[in-house]
C-alpha cells in the first residue's frame, strides 16, 4: 500500500478501510438488507470488495483519478445485484472529479464524495429521502463541505474524519422511519418503515472505521 506521503496515499487507506469494512460486515449488512429487502447486500457488497483486496497491488496508482478508475471496473463487473452499477458509478464519478489531480486536498474529498452521489442519483434515479445510500451520503458530504467553508484552514483531516462519521450515523438513523422509495425495499411498501437502510448504514459503518483507524493508518 502506498504510504500516506505519495500522492494517493490517504485516497488508498480510505478506499481499503471502506472494502475491509464491506467484507468484514457481510452479515451484518445482509442481516439489515433481509428485514425489507432480498437479503443480498451484504453478499453482493462483499464479494466485490474481495476482488478489490486481493487485486489491490495491481489497482494502487501515483493517479489518484487512474486508481478510482481501477477499482471502479472492479466493483462494476464483480459486485451483484443493484448494487455493483450503483456503487461502481460512484467510484467512477469520484475519479473524474479529481482527474489530472496529482496532489488531494480536503475540498478533493468534497468534490469526490459529491461527484458520487451526483452519479448515484443518475443511475439509480433516486434522490435525498428516497431511503438510499444518498440520505447517508449526502448529509455526510454538506457537512464536509459546511465545514471547509466556515474553516477550511482549522479542518485537520482527523476531525473531517470524525465529522463525516458522526454526520452519516445521525443520517443513516433517521432512515428508520422512512418509506423505501427506490430500490428492493421500495417493493415491500410500508414493511420498509421501522428499520434503517442498509445502504445509509453502510456508508456510516464505513465512515466510522475511516474515523477509528485515521490516525493509524499506514
Do not use: C, H
Not at 472529479?97 to 496529482?102: E, G, H
Request: aromatic letters at 6%.
Amino acid at each position: 500500500m502506498s504510504s500516506p506521503s505519495t500522492p494517493v496515499g490517504d485516497l488508498a487507506f480510505v478506499v481499503r478501510t471502506v472494502a475491509r469494512t464491506a467484507v468484514d460486515n457481510e452479515k451484518a449488512f445482509g442481516d439489515l438488507d433481509a428485514v425489507a429487502g432480498d437479503g443480498d447486500f451484504g453478499y453482493s457488497l462483499a464479494r466485490g470488495f474481495e476482488i478489490v483486496l486481493s487485486d489491490w497491488d495491481t489497482l494502487v496508482s501515483d493517479s489518484p483519478a487512474e486508481f478510482l478508475k481501477r477499482v471502479a471496473l472492479v466493483i462494476s463487473k464483480r459486485v451483484g445485484g443493484t448494487s455493483g452499477p450503483l456503487w461502481g458509478t460512484a467510484f467512477l464519478r469520484a475519479s473524474t472529479a479529481v482527474k489530472d489531480r496529482q496532489e488531494l486536498k480536503a475540498e478533493d474529498a468534497v468534490a469526490m464524495l459529491r461527484a458520487a452521489a451526483e452519479g448515484i442519483k443518475a443511475r439509480g434515479k433516486s434522490d435525498l429521502g428516497d431511503k438510499t445510500l444518498l440520505d447517508a451520503l449526502i448529509p455526510m458530504t454538506d457537512a464536509l463541505e459546511q465545514r471547509l467553508t466556515e474553516d477550511g484552514a482549522g479542518a485537520g483531516p482527523a476531525e473531517l474524519a470524525r465529522l463525516a462519521a458522526t454526520t452519516a450515523r445521525t443520517a443513516a438513523d433517521a432512515t428508520t422511519p422512512m418509506q423505501a422509495r427506490r430500490g428492493r425495499q421500495s417493493y415491500t411498501g410500508e414493511r420498509s418503515i421501522g428499520s434503517p437502510d442498509p445502504g445509509a448504514v453502510a456508508i456510516a459503518v464505513m465512515a466510522e472505521r475511516v474515523a477509528a483507524e485515521w490516525d493509524a493508518r499506514d
